[in-house]
């Protein structure tokens, strides 16, 4: 075995073996992107999780509601139970990614793409609201804005700002997400309304439809009607009944007509040394607003009304509309716990959706009441059965494949890295090519995301089961074998100038016991989870490096060898 670490480069035959395997069970990808599937009969009803939990239920839920578990976080939940975790974590400050980018814009460091990725990397990994944190980038996934945009990419400003947004929003209510969203500069610029005009008596200027189109179908009540459970609504032929056409999308885009950046007098000006109109919400000119009546779904906005009126009946619509709690609700719980919840799991969130309003199993209530109060709909997401039941952890219908940011970020957060300076470590500022992680947070290709939560494979496994997979749609045979090689070499320590060292120290004093080790990491990655023969397999391969090589020692190579098998096992890839 010692000869299978001696080049620089490990062999990847059991790394690719078992990314293989993880094609296997759950499928691989197709599109569906809007439409709903019929999901899995919810396990039977358990008691609701109370206080105490072990220490592998603690990992478990952590691997859902951060952005990954270690040591002291596992030890926390265990003694504090889950409720009151979360109690605590929404009690904490919203720490703004803005402020830390204008500080080093204003100490004359070089502020662009490589700094937001810096600052992302950072808040996932090290920051102390790790609820917050990872609610916020589930909800940059539904609302996308990103700075691979030609018009982004040099406002890191508007970017950091609508980040910002996103981590707010978490714990705020979605209606002022919404609000929020549509009065940033990045996503008027991301979606091309930023200075959006009325039409023209002459008809060759008309209002830009991008944003009307997005904030209905992505954004809030999707392509199809819903039940109150996310079940599709079906008309007397038994076909989907589409929620908007054309001519919703026309009326719809009047509303977002004059909103310009904040602080001009001109609705066409801005002046380029005032970073503020990056970060400022928009506003309206209503010289350049749309006078006409606004009609769309069932909505009616009467002729002459003001602009920032407008815009406030439109999002009103689309808040209270009927499809909004569960098109929201499923999405999250998806980025969150199971590609594939129940029609029942889906109904509870909705509701907490649209009551504002959860009472975790310790008697507290989550949430102030109102439509659209996230805390509530966290909480419901989290503590819900059908996310703590550990029937669940064999049931092949559940779980969701783990996205690879979220694999990268566990493994810095479990093995104690704390520096996550990426000047020299080009891998990081940039980690969407196939032969890195194939995504990146607030990099997506278009405002689909890197995935379509509807994604499905024709002929694959999990397409003949019903079910959707959003991540695979990039698992590639191109991204499976980068991703092993991307985290062999912050694994082993093969990246250059890399500050992202972990701390290997209670792996390194089981490393004598193969079995023991395992055991912790087992724990701690895959919460008990892993199946009798992954556990052979790694166990036996661990037991047979007899001696060092490059430059590690048989305890080093031991440990970096097992946590590489655990990562790229399909135990540890299928989140359950």
Request: hydrophobic share 40%.
């Amino acid at each position: 075995m010692v000869a299978f670490f001696s080049a620089k480069r490990l062999s990847f035959n059991l790394v690719v073996a078992s990314c293989t395997l993880m094609l296997a069970a759950c499928g691989s990808p197709g599109d569906g992107s809007s439409a709903p599937t019929t999901a899995a009969t919810p396990p039977a009803t358990t008691p609701p999780p109370g206080n105490a939990a072990t220490s592998e239920e603690a990992s478990r839920f952590l691997s859902q509601a951060t952005f990954g578990a270690a040591d002291a976080e596992i030890n926390r939940v265990t003694t504090t139970g889950f409720s009151v975790w979360i109690s605590e974590e929404f009690a904490k400050p919203h720490e703004s990614l803005l402020e830390d980018v204008l500080i080093a814009e204003a100490a004359g460091e070089d502020v662009g793409p490589n700094q937001l990725s810096e600052t992302f990397w950072t808040r996932a990994i090290q920051s102390d609201d790790q609820l917050r944190q990872r609610v916020g980038y589930a909800l940059s996934q539904i609302l996308v804005a990103s700075f691979t945009d030609s018009g982004l990419v040099e406002r890191p400003i508007a970017m950091a700002n609508y980040m910002d947004i996103m981590s707010a929003g978490a714990f705020g209510n979605f209606r002022q997400t919404l609000e929020n969203v549509t009065y940033s500069p990045a996503m008027a610029i991301y979606l091309t309304y930023l200075q959006n005009q009325k039409a023209s008596a002459d008809g060759e200027v008309v209002p830009d439809e991008n944003y009307a189109r997005e904030v209905m179908q992505l954004f809030t009540i999707g392509l199809l009607e819903l039940q109150p459970n996310g079940d599709l609504r079906l008309d007397g032929s038994g076909d989907p009944i589409e929620t908007y056409d054309n001519d919703d999308v026309t009326e719809l885009a009047k509303v977002f007509t004059g909103l310009s950046w904040n602080g001009e007098s001109n609705f066409f000006t801005r002046r380029p040394s005032d970073i503020s109109s990056e970060y400022l919400p928009l506003v309206m000119f209503d010289s350049e607003h749309s006078t006409d009546a606004k009609n769309f779904l069932n909505a009616s906005i009467p002729p002459n009304t003001p602009g920032d009126a407008s815009i406030d009946m439109a999002l009103d619509a689309l808040f209270n509309h009927q499809n909004t709690p569960p098109f929201i609700s499923r999405q999250l719980i998806q980025r969150l716990v199971t590609s594939n919840p129940s029609s029942a799991y889906v109904g509870r969130v909705a509701t907490a959706f649209r009551t504002g309003s959860y009472t975790m199993p310790n008697g507290t209530v989550a949430g102030g009441g109102g439509r659209g109060d996230m805390r509530a709909v966290v909480a419901a997401i989290l503590l819900d059965d059908e996310a703590r039941n550990a029937a669940n952890m064999s049931d092949p219908n559940f779980g969701k494949v783990r996205e690879p940011v979220l694999r990268f970020t566990h493994w810095a957060r479990a093995f104690g890295v704390t520096e996550t300076d990426i000047d020299e470590v080009d891998a990081l500022g940039d980690t969407r090519a196939p032969n890195r992680l194939n995504q990146q947070a607030y990099r997506s290709p278009s405002v689909f995301n890197f995935y379509r939560p509807g994604f499905v494979s024709p002929g694959s496994v999990s397409a003949s089961m019903g079910l959707v997979a959003p991540e695979l749609q990039i698992t590639t045979a191109s991204s499976v074998t980068g991703y092993a090689n991307f985290i062999e070499d912050f694994i082993f320590g093969n990246v250059p100038d890399n500050d992202f060292l972990p701390n290997y120290g209670p792996e390194l004093a089981l490393a004598n016991d193969p079995a023991a080790l395992v055991d912790r990491l087992d724990r701690i990655l895959t919460y008990g989870s892993l199946r009798p023969a992954t556990r052979a397999r790694i166990t036996q391969a661990v037991q047979s490096i007899t001696g060092g090589a490059g430059g590690l020692t048989r305890d080093e190579l031991r440990v970096r060898a097992a946590i590489l098998f655990f990562m790229t096992s399909s135990d540890y890839t299928v989140s359950r």
